[in-house]
């Protein structure tokens, strides 16, 4: 079936909660110098030269510097139309029938890597224009199109000041916060401050940060929006192939994004702020799954209880000798009896020098259910249409506990994995199907997960769209559900 065929089968709108548009590079830079001046224009150029810089380099010479090979011929090209529809939010708008979708949430795609420009000043000033200049580009198109402001996040003072202006100046709703910020390692930094730029850690905001991001949590809260993020992980760690994108690519998003949900899980975020959701976008939910999973098998070892089964306190070293005369040998007595039996590294100080042994201390965990409650209620997944681990997130017979994970379908349209816009839906619908998943599991991932991670938050967020009666019946119905 088509998109319009099986659009007219549904009994509910399509929602697209990861979009992207096109930013041509000469068009833009005069906008945002335009808008921002000089230094505006200057933030987008690196940005641009960033990217262009490892596409101009020999395998060798980025082999020399162990830099990945970036991507190319990422965007359509065969099919011009679709990339012309990238380029213009008029004629996306005029297409959206054609792909059977109603409402569509559009990403950047140069300024995904905008919050990494190093200069304060031109990543404040680039961002700024970069949200003023989309604010207007998809102005005349509110009603099926909303686009995503870009939120620097190297200080929790920068972010504020964004999300504010963002907001209040120019009314815009979605937010793509940076993440994996990269730090300078202090004792580099100091040892050998020519290499500081190159020996980096990445900041995941939610445990041990360099700044205190619950301010930033707190005004999301209050303004009423569900930040989603959008970071990748190659060129660094296990990614930095110099002659191979897909080793690079394949599972990169998944990587970023759950170094980052670990962090806001384990440093408690979710427990301090349950009314903020967090979108985790084009990595798929299937590491979600594992990681829910691993989230609560590790908490049943390593919380403060758990620990005692471990403690060395608690260890009968005389049973242990006692058994070592009988099936060990003389020296293994004599060195259990001078050490007590504690390996290298078990003695009672030997922890770290943390506060707290319980890693799960900031979300107040109090029984195991509160692991699965914590994560799933506030975490919402990305899931691109041919992805067929979407259909493990609402298999509650093979997930912990029989969770039922968030996803929210992303078309990705505009880059190179959806190679016609109009098959973006049919493959989606694959999944239905293929008996993966039931009409109710493909309402939710299309329709009623979108409206709430964004509605709940903001009861006016589909306010003048096209499906906001739809939505209003849903939230209403969600509302009416919640127990007082």
């Not at 989309?134 to 870009?150: C, G, H, I, N, Q």
């Not at 758990?306 to 009988?326: C, F, M, R, S, Y």
């Not at 078990?346 to 770290?352: F, P, R």
Request: proline share 5%; hydrophobic share 40%.
């Amino acid at each position: 079936m088509n998109a319009a065929e099986i659009k007219a089968g549904l009994r509910h709108p399509v929602i697209d909660a990861d979009g992207h548009w096109l930013e041509y590079g000469p068009f833009i830079d005069e906008e945002l110098r335009r808008i921002g001046g000089d230094k505006a224009a200057e933030g987008f150029q690196y940005v641009r030269a960033v990217i262009q810089k490892g596409l101009t380099m020999t395998v060798a010479e980025r082999r020399d510097q162990r830099m990945a090979q970036q991507g190319f011929w990422t965007f359509p090209a065969r099919n011009a139309r679709d990339r012309a529809t990238a380029l213009m939010p008029r004629l996306l708008y005029e297409r959206l029938d054609e792909f059977g979708i109603d409402f569509s949430i559009v990403y950047p795609t140069i300024g995904l890597g905008l919050h990494r420009i190093p200069d304060a000043q031109v990543r404040q000033a680039t961002c700024r224009a970069y949200n003023t200049f989309t604010a207007s580009y998809f102005a005349d198109f509110s009603d099926r199109l909303t686009p995503a402001a870009v939120i620097p996040m190297v200080t929790p003072d920068e972010a504020i000041s964004e999300l504010e202006f963002v907001t209040g100046q120019l009314g815009l709703k979605v937010i793509k916060m940076g993440s994996l910020i990269p730090r300078p390692i202090p004792a580099v930094a100091r040892s050998y401050p020519e290499a500081a730029g190159h020996a980096t850690w990445f900041d995941v905001f939610g445990l041990d940060s360099e700044y205190d991001y619950d301010p930033v949590w707190a005004k999301c809260q209050e303004l009423g929006l569900s930040p989603t993020f959008h970071r990748g992980s190659r060129g660094f760690g296990l990614r930095v192939s110099p002659s191979n994108f897909v080793f690079n690519h394949v599972g990169h998003f998944a990587a970023a994004n759950e170094a980052l949900c670990k962090a806001l899980f384990l440093g408690g975020v979710t427990r301090r702020f349950p009314a903020v959701k967090f979108g985790f976008l084009e990595g798929g939910v299937g590491w979600a799954c594992q990681l829910l999973a691993d989230l609560i098998e590790h908490w049943e070892k390593r919380s403060r209880h758990g620990l005692e089964e471990t403690n060395p306190a608690n260890l009968d070293v005389d049973k242990i000798i006692g058994l070592a005369q009988e099936y060990g040998s003389a020296n293994l007595v004599t060195a259990l009896r001078r050490t007590n039996g504690i390996f290298d590294g078990e003695g009672s100080g030997a922890t770290g020098g943390i506060a707290d042994l319980d890693d799960y201390s900031r979300c107040e965990i109090v029984r195991k259910s509160d692991v699965r409650d914590l994560f799933v209620d506030s975490f919402y997944f990305g899931c691109e249409a041919d992805d067929k681990m979407t259909a493990w997130a609402f298999d509650r017979r093979h997930n912990p506990m029989h969770a039922r994970l968030n996803t929210l379908f992303g078309s990705d349209i505009g880059h190179f994995d959806v190679v016609d816009m109009a098959d973006v839906l049919p493959e989606a619908y694959e999944l239905v199907e293929d008996g993966l998943v039931g009409d109710d599991d493909f309402r939710d991932f299309l329709f009623a997960n979108p409206v709430r991670f964004y509605g709940e938050a903001n009861p006016a967020f589909f306010k003048g769209t096209v499906v906001e009666k739809q939505a209003d019946a849903l939230l209403a119905q969600t509302l009416s559900a919640d127990p007082v």
